[in-house]
């Protein structure tokens, strides 16, 4: 068996067993990357030079973009490496680093876009004191609970995944070091880790989620009441592009992280870590930018245009 002291390494199968679907999947990994870095540095660059843009909305918004920069880039790289050559392995202090960086960040966005929702309620349900609620020092101190949460996460399971008896063929049925992949590579007993990860799920998946669909149903009770389609029309504007992005992003790690123990849902945990590691964060830029007016007119008066002339 392989254990925490052993100095070799592991192999990552993702997608070998379909050699016909990999060059694909890295020229569609490759492109999303890139996106992913143009698209979420824009959004920072907005944020940071544009004081229109310097409110709480904008201030979550900047994080969640610094969020999926370095989500990406922890293991878009050795996928790439996986993806277009025959060398699919990566050294045991590769996958500590890989993991550990993966957790905190993972939760840290399960936490971040909790916060987002609260301050979506905010604005829609309390817009008369959403200034004196949502202050800056808050903003911090929220956006300081979320990092936190994620290290405090990633510091508990990342060593005790690794700890793990490991099966002699060190081959882990997935593209990343992930703890449900390193969990099925163990040949030894697994119950504190599993009961350890199902505690985990609850409490960082399945709680903020509970939160952000209470928070969202006080939004819809409060636009229903009013009679004004126009307000309705904002508060559509103001709350959609979360909504979308949480969706997307849940989805995905429900799949990974809640998923029965059987063949069929393996394969398919695989396409959905896939999108959940490299999907979300390319599609989130896009999905507040397209859907973002205010985006669009920081975008246009950072490249010196008219931002009147291109709102549409």
């Not at 609260?118 to 004196?132: G, I």
């Not at 911090?140 to 005790?160: E, F, K, N």
């Not at 990343?176 to 992949?181: F, G, I, T």
């Not at 979308?244 to 396409?271: C, D, H, M, W």
């Amino acid at each position: 068996m392989v254990n925490h002291s052993s100095p070799v390494g592991f192999f990552l199968l993702g997608f070998s067993e379909h050699p016909h679907l990999e060059k694909i999947l890295f020229v569609v990994v490759l492109c999303s990357y890139l996106l992913t870095l143009l698209g979420n540095t824009l959004i920072l660059l907005l944020s940071t030079l544009d004081p229109r843009l310097h409110s709480p909305m904008y201030f979550f918004l900047s994080n969640l973009s610094f969020l999926d920069l370095c989500f990406t880039t922890t293991c878009v790289p050795q996928m790439l490496v996986n993806l277009w050559g025959p060398t699919k392995t990566i050294s045991f202090l590769g996958c500590f680093v890989q993991l550990f960086i993966f957790l905190a960040l993972g939760t840290t966005e399960c936490i971040l876009l909790t916060v987002m929702a609260f301050d979506r309620y905010v604005a829609v349900c309390q817009p008369l004191h959403y200034a004196t609620i949502i202050h800056p020092r808050l903003c911090w101190q929220l956006a300081a609970v979320a990092w936190m949460m994620g290290l405090l996460q990633s510091i508990v399971q990342t060593p005790a995944t690794l700890r793990l008896p490991f099966c002699p063929h060190r081959q882990i049925d997935d593209f990343l070091c992930e703890v449900p992949s390193l969990i099925r590579l163990s040949c030894g007993d697994t119950t504190f880790n599993e009961i350890q990860l199902a505690v985990s799920s609850v409490i960082l998946v399945v709680v903020p989620l509970s939160l952000i669909l209470i928070s969202y149903s006080a939004i819809a009770r409060a636009v229903l009441r009013i009679n004004s389609a126009e307000a309705w029309k904002k508060a559509f504007g103001t709350c959609s592009s979360h909504l979308i992005v949480v969706t997307l992003f849940y989805s995905s790690v429900i799949a990974v992280y809640l998923q029965p123990k059987n063949p069929y849902a393996q394969e398919r945990g695989k396409f959905f870590g896939l999108f959940y590691a490299v999907g979300t964060p390319t599609l989130n830029p896009l999905i507040y930018t397209l859907r973002n007016k205010e985006v669009k007119r920081a975008f246009w008066r950072l490249l010196g245009k008219n931002a009147d002339s291109k709102n549409t």
